[in-house]
């Protein structure tokens, strides 16, 4: 099956927006992205980001590819770090013009309209072991109202954070002595970083990752470099498989091409057979969901994943 998606044009107009923004752009890539995996776990119900609301200030912003850079942001209390579960995300809240209305004549009417409330998950890809500040990976896509304002909102002005117990993942204990399967779509990798510096991070860890990553080309893989040298100092323990959707054809590009699907999942993720020794991450677009695992919210294991033969208690939809 082929999806038609103009790749090249999409990532064209990605540029020229993140040119716009390139005089508040730092250089350097940060420790982030650059780092070795780090085990800096901490229970949940710790987090600095409570149910409400809370606004911090953005430190720096850094282009990492032609449409994604990381975003540092202050945390509430500088002297101490984020203290986010592992895998867990935080939401984040600003008001943003409405779209015209067409035929709203009415100024009144215009008026009620003037702003939205837009509300997006991310997970850090920095650990506990960053005091005063906490990283944000973020692809900026043309139409992303949030993605596009933290791409041009100012340094030091600042954006609200909250964290509820909803945004809570499955915990580093219940994973780390098992054999992982992560099926990934894009900025879906962000939790499974968090998943990584766990196992990598822990010298005691037996548990062997296994990462089937979704995107559409490859100058845009999310935390490539970063990834791919964790796959080479820990050949032992991850294994990574990109899959591309909409890279050129006349590129030099010789790995997997198209869609992740029933015969990457059997080739290259722990088997169904090993039981309560196997689990399947699940994390990226609702598309994805809904061809391998069966929708985010639904239990009950559908798709691909399902004729593979993966149970229910097999598989975590993040």
Not at 79 to 84: F, K
Not at 230 to 243: F, G, N, R
Request: hydrophobic share 35%; net charge negative; with cysteine.
């Amino acid at each position: 099956r082929r999806r038609l998606n103009p790749a090249l044009p999409l990532v064209m107009l990605s540029r020229t927006i993140v040119k716009r923004a390139a005089s508040t752009m730092s250089s350097a890539i940060p420790s982030s992205l650059t780092g070795p995996p780090t085990k800096a776990l901490v229970p949940p119900g710790k987090c600095q980001f409570t149910p409400d609301f809370t606004a911090v200030a953005l430190l720096e912003r850094t282009a990492v590819s032609s449409t994604s850079s990381v975003l540092r942001f202050a945390t509430p209390d500088k002297s101490q770090p984020l203290n986010l579960s592992t895998c867990a995300c935080i939401l984040a809240k600003t008001d943003l013009p409405s779209q015209p209305t067409s035929g709203a004549d009415d100024k009144e009417e215009k008026a009620d309209e003037a702003t939205e409330v837009v509300v997006r998950p991310y997970t850090p890809i920095s650990t506990n072991a960053l005091v005063g500040s906490f990283d944000l990976l973020v692809k900026h896509y043309p139409n992303g109202l949030m993605s596009q304002h933290m791409l041009n909102m100012p340094i030091g002005s600042t954006l609200a954070f909250k964290h509820i117990e909803f945004n809570i993942k499955m915990q580093y204990e219940k994973f780390q002595h098992k054999q992982i399967g992560m099926i990934v779509g894009g900025t879906g990798i962000t939790p499974m970083v968090q998943a990584l510096h766990a196992i990598l991070g822990d010298s005691d860890s037996e548990a062997k990752v296994s990462v089937l990553y979704g995107s559409q080309v490859s100058s845009d893989i999310l935390g490539n470099e970063m990834l791919s040298k964790w796959a080479a100092d820990y050949s032992d323990k991850l294994s990574i498989t990109h899959v591309l959707s909409n890279e050129p054809e006349d590129s030099n590009w010789d790995g997997a091409r198209g869609f992740i699907n029933k015969e990457l999942i059997e080739k290259h993720l722990p088997a169904p057979s090993l039981g309560d020794d196997a689990i399947i991450f699940v994390c990226g677009p609702p598309p994805m969901y809904d061809a391998l695992s069966g929708p985010r919210g639904e239990d009950e294991v559908k798709g691909v994943l399902a004729e593979v033969g993966y149970s229910s208690a097999q598989v975590y939809k993040f």
